[in-house]
């Protein structure tokens, strides 16, 4: 019998950057190698976002008392919105460009992350192992979302053989699949393909070395999870749910 291998990184320690997140995930991406891995039930790292705010809010204003506060030597501007400035999370992932399975240029993070919740896994097209069960238990995972596919849930597949999987190849592999809207099926130029994987924490120097997880995130929430892509597909439905389902701290 399969076992879910999950893990979910902890947002109540804000002190860790994005790549010290994704180190943390890499480590759980060896141990899925293996459907008789046991999950650590340790909580390694804080989401991105929630440890830039922590990191980055203000400390409280000092005070003066009326004997020491001077008066304003000129009138007051009005005060003017800040510019605002790249997230943490699109510091760290930035918008290296990748190309789907249409030939469409796609931004890493401000097409495919920003305030998405998704589905990500690591495959190649001729792969003759684990990349054909994963992809069909996505299927399945895809019909159990049913409208919300490519509306709130989209699904990302990272070629880790970019120098073969041209967008055509994978516009096949896709219409083998019926993969419909809202899941990519992406490669590109093989520097900026790695630079995504190391990224990740899914970089791997021989493709059939890839790792048999999907990296399942809610990026508004800052929620990050793991499971074993070879698991059941009920199991994996429920830990996609939670992620969706998941809320904003403070909000509704």
Known sequence: MRRVIVEEFDRTRPRKSPAALLAAAAALCLAC??????????????AATAAQKQQQSPAPARQQSPATARPSQTPARPSQPAAAGPSSAQSYFTDTELVNQNGEKMRLYSDLLKGKVIVINFFFA????????MSRNLQQVRTALGGRMGKDVHFISISVDPTVDTPAALKEYARKLDAGPGWYFLTGEKAKVEFALRKLGQYVDNPEQHTNVFIIGNERTGLWKKAFGLARPDELI?????????????GS
């Open 33 to 46: 190698n293996s459907a008789a891995a046991q999950g650590s039930g340790q909580r390694p790292a804080a």
């Open 126 to 133: 001729t792969c003759q192992g684990s990349c054909l069960p």
């Open 238 to 250: 429920k830990i996609v749910e939670s992620v969706l389902n998941d809320k904003p701290a403070g």
